[in-house]
């Protein structure tokens, strides 16, 4: 390990006592695995936002607060371990990190996903520059790294201007790989802001990317809505309101936030009114449930799937008058999702897909429209 590296980690209580990295080799994990956890690095400038993004997502920081954050100086690490599939590692990385000089090989080797940070409120071209150079040398270290370029601060910016702000990084972006000899490298575009709920949305999606379950929860959740005259289905990380999938109907911005501020409702008052004493455990257990109707003859159904996971879904009233047929496909669901919890944990993380068929096969639901 070189010694910048070294430096640049923040050192003590938050890594782990052996980190020489020995101990990440472990056979069954693969190449971007780490302790059963995939590593994500959030890079950028200074000050593009990077540690805001960490802690209101994670740490349930108010934005507004954020204006007080310090800047970074060394990496630091925040573990993310909430429910079964989400198992991964935060490492935030100081704005004024030399990146023509940082030890690639020990940053990028087991890494997922690198979350490049733009502030679109300010100039950014020296930032696609940092960004190519970053790609480049990450992808030269790991093929598989996905590369996920957040065009952040977007709510100082007017309507008309944010998707030509992206479109030109976009087009930057991809023309500076060109010229570099590496146009197979694909990068994906977000437009956040922790102002709104862009931010989660954008991380929902790098996270799923990284699941490698992700086509068996869809195909679970299609195959529920489907049955159960459901709309559209989420499954929530209820700490961080991610949400890890949704049926493969498009998700429309407004569901999800409808889906957010439920989940935060329930949180909130189960918090206020429920039994758990400790402060660290949400009171959140295989009881809770609600039920929101609303003016529109929407009704949106929150139950609890996993000790941090919920299923909310929307659907019309109408359809909701056989709550019975829900409910047991509820229960379907959440056996069929248990299955693939303890192939994954049997598996270590590396998932196995014929046995994810099978626990689909397994489903038994009952037919809503049936009667
Ligand atoms: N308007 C707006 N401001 C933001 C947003 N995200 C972060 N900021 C502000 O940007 C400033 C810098 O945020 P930080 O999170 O400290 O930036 P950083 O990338 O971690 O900076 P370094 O640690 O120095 O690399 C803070 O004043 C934040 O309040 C956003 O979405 N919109
Ligand atoms: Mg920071």
Same mark, same amino acid.
């Given at each position: 390990?070189?010694?910048?590296?070294?430096?640049?980690?923040?050192?003590?209580?938050?890594?782990?006592?052996?980190?020489?990295?020995?101990?990440?080799?472990?056979?069954?994990?693969?190449?971007?695995?780490?302790?059963?956890?995939?590593?994500?690095?959030?890079?950028?400038?200074?000050?593009?936002?990077?540690?805001?993004?960490?802690?209101?997502?994670?740490?349930?920081?108010?934005?507004?607060?954020?204006?007080?954050?310090?800047?970074?100086?060394?990496?630091?690490?925040?573990?993310?371990?909430?429910?079964?599939?989400?198992?991964?590692?935060?490492?935030?990385?100081?704005?004024?990190?030399?990146?023509?000089?940082?030890?690639?090989?020990?940053?990028?080797?087991?890494?997922?996903?690198?979350?490049?940070?733009?502030?679109?409120?300010?100039?950014?071209?020296?930032?696609?520059?940092?960004?190519?150079?970053?790609?480049?040398?990450?992808?030269?270290?790991?093929?598989?790294?996905?590369?996920?370029?957040?065009?952040?601060?977007?709510?100082?910016?007017?309507?008309?201007?944010?998707?030509?702000?992206?479109?030109?990084?976009?087009?930057?972006?991809?023309?500076?790989?060109?010229?570099?000899?590496?146009?197979?490298?694909?990068?994906?575009?977000?437009?956040?802001?922790?102002?709104?709920?862009?931010?989660?949305?954008?991380?929902?999606?790098?996270?799923?990317?990284?699941?490698?379950?992700?086509?068996?929860?869809?195909?679970?959740?299609?195959?529920?809505i489907?049955?159960s005259g459901i709309e559209k289905?989420? /499954?929530?990380?209820?700490? &961080?309101? +991610? *949400?890890?999938?949704?049926? #493969?109907?498009? !998700?429309?911005?407004?569901s999800?936030?409808?889906?957010?501020?439920?989940?935060? /409702?329930?949180?909130?008052? &189960?918090? +206020? *009114?429920?039994?758990?004493? #400790?402060?660290? !455990?949400?009171?959140?257990?295989?009881?809770?449930?609600?039920?929101?109707k609303l003016n529109s003859g929407t009704i949106l159904y929150?139950?609890?799937?996993?000790?941090?996971?919920?299923?909310?879904c929307i659907l019309r009233e109408d359809n909701f008058e056989k709550q019975?047929?829900i409910?047991?496909?509820?229960?379907?669901?959440?056996?069929?999702?248990?299955?693939?919890?303890?192939?994954?944990?049997?598996?270590?993380?590396?998932?196995?897909?014929?046995?994810?068929?099978?626990?689909?096969?397994?489903?038994?639901?009952?037919?809503n429209h049936?009667?």
């Amino acid at each position: 390990m070189s010694s910048l590296a070294e430096e640049q980690f923040e050192g003590g209580d938050s890594f782990p006592k052996d980190f020489g990295y020995g101990s990440y080799d472990d056979e069954n994990s693969g190449p971007q695995v780490q302790n059963g956890k995939t590593r994500i690095l959030l890079m950028g400038h200074r000050r593009s936002g990077k540690t805001s993004i960490q802690k209101v997502v994670f740490q349930k920081m108010s934005p507004n607060e954020t204006l007080f954050l310090e800047g970074t100086n060394k990496i630091t690490k925040e573990d993310i371990a909430n429910s079964s599939f989400l198992q991964f590692q935060l490492w935030d990385c100081p704005g004024q990190m030399d990146f023509q000089d940082f030890d690639a090989d020990l940053i990028f080797a087991k890494c997922g996903a690198v979350i490049f940070v733009i502030d679109a409120q300010d100039d950014y071209m020296e930032a696609l520059n940092t960004l190519n150079l970053v790609v480049t040398k990450a992808y030269n270290v790991n093929k598989n790294i996905r590369f996920e370029v957040f065009v952040h601060k977007v709510d100082g910016l007017y309507e008309d201007n944010k998707m030509e702000t992206q479109r030109d990084i976009h087009q930057r972006s991809n023309d500076d790989l060109l010229d570099a000899g590496y146009d197979h490298i694909t990068l994906s575009f977000h437009l956040t802001s922790i102002y709104d709920h862009s931010i989660f949305e954008a991380l929902s999606k790098v996270i799923q990317k990284l699941i490698p379950q992700l086509p068996t929860l869809e195909n679970l959740l299609n195959i529920l809505i489907n049955n159960s005259g459901i709309e559209k289905a989420f /499954l929530f990380d209820v700490v &961080s309101k +991610i *949400y890890i999938a949704t049926d #493969s109907s498009p !998700v429309d911005m407004q569901s999800y936030e409808l889906c957010c501020d439920m989940v935060d /409702l329930v949180i909130d008052i &189960s918090g +206020i *009114y429920g039994l758990e004493e #400790s402060p660290d !455990v949400p009171a959140f257990d295989s009881r809770s449930s609600s039920l929101i109707k609303l003016n529109s003859g929407t009704i949106l159904y929150l139950r609890e799937v996993d000790r941090y996971l919920a299923l909310v879904c929307i659907l019309r009233e109408d359809n909701f008058e056989k709550q019975g047929v829900i409910n047991y496909n509820f229960l379907c669901f959440r056996e069929a999702l248990q299955q693939v919890f303890e192939i994954r944990n049997k598996s270590n993380g590396a998932g196995e897909p014929g046995s994810d068929t099978e626990s689909i096969e397994k489903l038994g639901v009952v037919n809503n429209h049936a009667g």
